[in-house]
């Protein structure tokens, strides 16, 4: 089989809002270039102990990372005393994610899964999932959403907790783009903005010194929809953190977090 060099969009790379095309996106050539794009140096120390430390205030001790990517926060949580499960759609993600997991001293447990089918790839219960990186916005219909939701509360423990991000879309797509802080992507000379947002598109262009360019087609979604999706697929109470901050103004963020739980909390029932 032919290694694919060159991602395919078509001739309207606006109108792939397909679910299944992010494996086409994170071709080999991208993938090579993430971690150049994350920095895992500046991304610890951006973001410090704020996953491990909302992980270790719930008793978590299993975590299956959903979407590992080049397995940035699998290898973080190892180093904190997590067990760790690490899955990814992309089957590239997952070779470059197992490639530094051994550079850092670890041997990742890796698994290909479709969120949509999860339960049929895992066959374990977890403490936590964690699916950051912006990367639940691959999927751009409902269903689809409400499936993978129900696959993740599924794989957890009754008292288990998501973390769950995404960008803030809602500045994007009300005010335009701007971005004030780099807690995300810290590379240097690395710049990741909009090329094209509408109400059903967020198409992102991420350009790199060597003068290349690559694209991911995203939905946008809105912070309160998703935090309502949550709630109706049955996690009991969620918190939203701007930037790992509690505190925050709607516009200020680049990312949200929402930390959802799944233990009934019987004073949250109205």
């Not at 975590?63 to 590992?68: F, G, M, P, W």
């Not at 959403?145 to 509360?153: G, M, N, S």
Request: hydrophobic share 35%; proline share 2%; charged share 30%.
């Amino acid at each position: 089989m032919a290694e694919v060099t060159t991602q395919s969009f078509g001739k309207n790379p606006t109108e792939v809002r397909d679910t299944d095309h992010y494996q086409d996106e994170y071709i080999k050539g991208f993938v090579g270039k993430w971690d150049e794009l994350i920095d895992w140096e500046q991304r610890w120390k951006s973001e410090g102990d704020f996953f491990v430390e909302q992980l270790k205030s719930r008793g978590v001790e299993r975590v299956l990372d959903v979407a590992t990517g080049t397995g940035f926060h699998s290898v973080r949580l190892l180093e904190a005393g997590f067990d760790v499960v690490s899955a990814d759609g992309s089957p590239e993600m997952l070779a470059r994610a197992f490639e530094n997991g051994k550079r850092h001293g670890h041997i990742l447990r890796t698994v290909q899964a479709d969120w949509r089918w999860l339960n049929r790839n895992i066959h374990e219960q977890f403490d936590a999932v964690m699916c950051l990186g912006n990367s639940f916005t691959h999927l751009f219909k409902e269903h689809d959403r409400r499936k993978t939701l129900a696959e993740f509360y599924a794989t957890l423990n009754h008292d288990g907790v998501l973390i769950l991000d995404q960008r803030n879309y809602d500045n994007i797509l009300d005010n335009g783009f701007s971005t004030k802080h780099k807690y995300y992507y810290c590379g240097e000379n690395v710049v990741a903005e909009p090329d094209h947002v509408d109400d059903g598109l967020a198409r992102f262009k991420y350009s790199f010194p060597d003068g290349s360019e690559y694209f991911l087609n995203m939905y946008p979604l809105r912070k309160d929809y998703t935090r309502r999706l949550m709630h109706e697929v049955g996690f009991q109470h969620i918190e939203t953190f701007g930037d790992f901050q509690e505190t925050f103004k709607a516009d200020t963020p680049d990312f949200y977090i929402h930390v959802a739980e799944k233990a009934y909390r019987e004073e949250d029932e109205s």
